[in-house]
């Protein structure tokens, strides 16, 4: 059995949208596209397949199957790192999508921790990631972590003490929330061969301070070159150029907010802004008015000096 | 195609655990003596099975369509009625479990609100269970109401508004939350073909009074007897006596939950109980070791004068 | 030292609102009126003064002195018990109310759990409790449980465990709560001379069959009449007299809550239905507009078939 | 009247500790010895008085102008800005501590959020604020941020839109959140006259980045020289030794909060640190006993290097 790889997951890694048809099934023929407006008009060559963006728990194991297969298809030769969610609140499916993430060809599989019953303490979860991350022991595995959404209250530093012994795959975390200090404990115990992703994309500033090795986002499918710019900025010490870049993509965030953004508004504001047709989002999400969206991808262009204010 | 009974569900049911073998595998091989156990040992006649405490969410679709087989088989003739819990984070899932339970002869189906993603309105949930009944119209449905768990904060008597008009085969709800205005409001605007069950067993006398039509709770796996009596008491009137049994039911509980009582704790217990061999829960649940189950179960006996202080 | 009254405090309970001047100061002169109003118009003999409903946190020292002077002097002959609540966060201003209400011939006080800095646990609160109850030791001591209002989730039958212990003239409770449970194992350790009462108005049906004493809460000052009928009805076995009154209350709170129902709407309601010139309520509440409180209580008046709808 | 100053607050300010006597009083005659500390020692020259580290809500009105007084004069010619916090949940008492602050030579004044009445909008927050900025005009006036205290979910950058049109003495907040967005869209519609302090010290960076003017917290009391270090080390661009110092003070405090940190342990840690006796905190805190403090300090000397670990 090969060893997981000890390569680096740095830089922007785009959480993808699911395409759907209008009907609401899964429609995969437009992941080729999808891989070419990223690395061409975004700039971006790595992608978080599945996860919440993508809609992955509200799919069939089938289907996120089929989804996973074909971003690693489309993504040969353009992408440099597609990773693939494999959490779902069933151990039993996660196994089944964590071992089939491996005859595919993924770069590297990532859990979420399960939500409806909740691990009692870090120790429980570590159990559980580690069922999920021995039925594909040569992956490296990610935990990702986004409280908001799970509900989970245990911090990252926690879950991940000892994590390699018990998870030898280990290998980084998407961090999607709030708490730097838990953020930065991570990073202040991290080994050279982890990655930290972070995963707040409107403070995504606060955490490269705090040492995040690179970011994973829903707002890079469309903003990719404008953050590519702040992590740049951010690498020259240009503090001030980065700090109005995030300005910006706040600015655009909170503009989304207050008109009410979820994940369906977000994705539909993909549609405009790419051009890509990914469909609606499913049930229990409802879809987004295309003028509303259109609304946002106009404050979008505005805030980021593509057109005139 | 069949219209929906409008048979109620009434008196007690219990929510019934999922037994798996010590690896963690279903056994259905004890489905039959788990009926049998209940009908003769604990008087109780209807079973919702698949839900919270059959750990429903944390089985494979594949899992939870063998359980609602072997329930439907071997209930047949003993038991009165087979409901089965068919909400998962994807539509397409439940969809799936809706007409599987069709096929399989269930009484009738209940759905949880998805969690993950979180209906943003009472008719957005509606939608989404508009589309779960729609693959099983002849069976009746009911919501299964559980903000604690689910985290979703909007009242039940909003969602039961004009329900029926998108779900013809609605047939009532099970409610396991504390509000008992949104309690009361269900049951004042309820038709009488609907059923209202409450499902926060250590306050059902609170429910009652404002009229629910029976229980659903895993405690009546192992305290349908004494439960019976407290139904009896409060139909006939004796509150006095009504009152000291859920007295009692609460002081099981709230000693239980003190040495920190969560599913996997209940399902030992059950096992100590009843003497079935239900194994071990399912992660991220952690199995509960039997000395802690036995202490338990002896103050259980205590408090229902089984066995002396 | 006179020992603290066995009296029990039974029946409703009303929590009185603050009348202000329109400039915003308090205006004791309306206090007569307030108590001829309750005693003649609603039935209601008893207060609960200074409490969540008469704003008293928003209040200084000094004012509400003056208030629960002019409640002891203007109730005497009048009202059967005058309590003063005199919780504060600060413990202080607390024995100076606590003191001053002896002083003034209050019939028993009651203190409210410190919010901002939240007791770490049931002993703590305790202590608390024992600093102010010491201050007047001879007057019956009430502990006010809201844990909506204040945050604090420790469970009431644990603050209660040996209570009598540390505070001699402790004498029961104020449970405003969801959580039956809780409120029914107050009530199975009660001892005789304690009063558990319940005070959320919208489901006190619900604690009337767990076994309150009695109901303290804003609705009664101008539903006192109705919930009177439903104490009686539920004290004579009518259950489905009391429930029909019980479900009137809900709808008229649940309209006002979909309206926005906070304490300065429910004060102005007050005003309209009483004709009592009560005033705005102070920042941080905003004055609720008249046509906004008249049209609730034309809500009222038509749930009680006052009026015709 | 005077127009309020324009002068920022700037660098570390230190929230400070109110001493208490044995008995619970509160002991002014320590504020002089604990200026010389805080200059001498930490090189700390601005103070927060009377805020959530001065248990300012459990102080009387009386307790705190002599506090207020006592600092004011012991500052003189020492401290640079004395800034006292006046927030109560009474509108009333605020605005007498702000007339107060101003007579006694107070440099600024800030209020948090009422927090048992909630504010039900920045709007109804912002009339609050300035009712109680109208009370000393000529002072210098700071919102005081911290929704983990108070509740209050609303965001601080909509509570400070048009808000110098309501409180022209308006000059800046002390944030005390871990909205990074949040305080970023403070700070890109700040202007230059005001002053945005941090407020979350295990973070400290991370706001640094974002464009904070400097910190207002509790550790500095007693980390104040290691903090200047981050500062400076910020302002010349070398993130690499600001974030070992900012990863110093986040084990200090992680290990601390492991062992139950709260505000009463941050008292006596203060106390072994500085070797100040600012005695026990008020109920409802507990105090820490000594060896617990005495075990902190010494893992915080460890960790700084001031000695061997």
Chains 1, 2, 3, 4 share one sequence.
């Not at 199957?65 to 779902?88: F, P, T």
């Not at 120790?123 to 935990?143: G, K, M, N, S, W």
Request: proline fraction near 6%; include cysteine; hydrophobic fraction near 40%.
């Amino acid at each position: 059995m090969a060893t997981p790889s000890n390569r680096k997951l740095t830089g922007l890694v785009a959480a993808t949208f699911t395409p759907l048809t209008p009907q609401g099934d899964v429609d995969v023929s437009l992941i080729g596209p999808y891989v070419d407006y990223l690395v061409e008009q975004q700039g971006v060559r790595s992608v978080f397949v599945n996860g919440t963006t993508g809609e992955g728990l509200s799919l069939s194991v089938d289907e996120r199957k089929d989804l996973a297969e074909e971003w690693c298809l489309r993504g040969k030769d353009k992408l440099e790192q597609v990773i693939v969610h494999v959490g779902c609140l069933s151990l039993k499916d996660s196994q089944e999508l964590a071992r089939h993430a491996a005859e595919t060809g993924a770069d590297g599989i990532a859990v979420i921790a399960p939500s409806f019953f909740k691990p009692s303490s870090p120790d429980t979860l570590r159990r559980f990631l580690q069922e999920v991350a021995a039925a594909a022991p040569e992956l490296p595995f990610y935990y990702y972590h986004i409280p908001a959404m799970t509900g989970l209250s245990m911090r990252a530093c926690e879950i991940l003490e000892g994590i390699e012994d018990s998870i030898p795959s280990f290998r980084g975390l998407k961090f999607s929330g709030g708490d730097l200090m838990d953020f930065g404990q991570c990073v202040s115990k991290c080994p050279p061969h982890w990655s930290l992703l972070y995963g707040v994309d409107e403070q995504l500033l606060s955490a490269l301070v705090m040492g995040a090795s690179g970011a994973v986002g829903s707002t890079y499918n469309y903003l990719g070159n404008r953050v590519s710019s702040l992590l740049s900025a951010f690498d020259e010490g240009d503090l001030g150029k980065a700090r109005t870049i995030q300005f910006q993509i706040q600015d655009i965030i909170s503009y989304a907010v207050k008109q009410g953004f979820d994940l369906a508004v977000n994705k539909q504001l993909m549609c405009e802004v790419s051009g890509l047709p990914l469909g609606p989002p499913r049930l229990p999400l409802l879809p987004c008015s295309s003028p509303r969206a259109q609304s946002l991808a106009q404050r979008l262009r505005q805030v980021l000096g593509l057109q005139k204010m």
